[in-house]
């Protein structure tokens, strides 16, 4: 909403996220998470500012929302984009059940100049807001963090609170590489063996920040997710390929399943190609392929009465 946009004031906050994280060091998960609150908080104007304008914009005038959008991001972690939203000029509320998480968001609002009561603690199945409260939800790489049981609660509850549109950010299980503990294939295995594959891989591979220290991760495609959003009543959508993230010149489509070697300067590809336009041909929409799912769901209205 904004033309020029500011990097986000964060060296409290850094200094107290890496203080959480201290014991983890030596971990993939404390390299990646070190990276994510950089890119989020003071480099967040390359590539994260942009989006976000972008992609609430779009919704907000695709769907004929009110401007500005009351936005709720559900799930909202240590808070980066929640703050980020609100720095950019919307009016967002970030919701999540990690009380030590939640501290960290509060130091990086108040940091910005941003009232911390924007962050709410709630740990019931019941989110403490209104019918029809909010004109946008998000879920920035938060469904993975839920399993079946977990939606059938959530699900209900964000249709009714949201008027708008719910829009979901998560990796997608066709990708070969898990973002959260570095290990290949382990998206393609069942929950059974990757919890046991993990086991075997040792400390460095754990993921640890949970909230009760457990590999809650579960993963799904496309057509899984779309099917349990209808039978909560939304109906999904698709942004434009120019508003998702990360963009398909950085994330591309899946292709192909291997390993690329170097030879020299030579490139060598080993494996083999997926068929992903054979199956685009026979229905699948393109985004299936995508490794990070870009979604809006819509609140199916009630049926008039005849």
């Known amino acids: 909403m904004q033309n020029e946009i500011q990097p986000l004031k964060a060296n409290g906050?850094?200094?107290?996220?890496?203080?959480?994280?201290?014991?983890?060091?030596?971990?993939?998960?404390?390299?990646?998470?070190?990276?994510?609150?950089?890119?989020?908080?003071?480099?967040?104007?390359?590539e994260y500012g942009?989006?976000?304008?972008?992609?609430?914009?779009?919704?907000?005038?695709?769907?004929?929302?009110?401007?500005?959008?009351?936005?709720l991001d559900f799930g909202c972690g240590t808070g980066?984009?929640?703050?980020?939203?609100?720095?950019?000029?919307?009016?967002?509320?970030?919701?999540d059940i990690h009380e030590a998480h939640l501290k960290l968001a509060k130091i990086l609002a108040n940091e910005n100049g941003i009232n911390d009561s924007i962050f709410i603690l709630n740990k019931d199945k019941k989110l403490?807001?209104?019918?029809?409260?909010?004109?946008?939800?998000?879920?920035?790489?938060?469904?993975?963090?839920?399993?079946?049981d977990d939606l059938k609660y959530i699900l209900p509850e964000l249709k009714r609170?949201?008027?708008?549109?719910?829009?979901?950010l998560v990796p997608n299980k066709l990708q070969i590489t898990d973002?959260?503990?570095g290990l290949h294939f382990l998206p393609w295995m069942p929950r059974w063996l990757a919890t046991l594959y993990l086991k075997l891989r040792g400390r460095k591979h754990q993921y640890f920040i949970s909230n009760n220290g457990s590999w809650d991760v579960h993963y799904r495609g496309l057509l899984r997710i779309k099917s349990l959003f209808n039978k909560h009543g939304f109906d999904l959508d698709f942004p434009p390929d120019s508003k998702i993230f990360p963009p398909l010149n950085v994330a591309p489509p899946i292709s192909r399943v291997g390993k690329s070697i170097m030879f020299g300067k030579l490139s060598f590809f080993l494996g083999v190609p997926f068929p992903h336009r054979f199956m685009i041909k026979s229905g699948y929409p393109k985004q299936a392929f995508y490794p990070y799912l870009n979604l809006i769901f819509i609140p199916k209205q009630p049926e008039s009465a005849v």
């Open 161 to 168: 609170v949201c008027k708008g549109a719910l829009y979901v």
């Open 128 to 148: 403490p807001f209104a019918d029809k409260s909010f004109d946008i939800i998000t879920m920035f790489v938060v469904l993975e963090h839920l399993g079946d």
């Open 80 to 95: 980066e984009l929640t703050v980020l939203i609100n720095h950019l000029g919307y009016d967002a509320t970030g919701v």
């Open 50 to 71: 942009p989006w976000l304008n972008s992609i609430l914009t779009y919704i907000t005038d695709n769907y004929r929302l009110d401007v500005p959008p009351h936005i």
């Open 179 to 181: 973002d959260h503990t």
């Open 13 to 46: 906050f850094l200094a107290a996220a890496m203080e959480y994280m201290d014991s983890l060091k030596g971990t993939y998960i404390y390299d990646a998470k070190k990276r994510d609150y950089l890119q989020k908080t003071i480099y967040g104007n390359v």
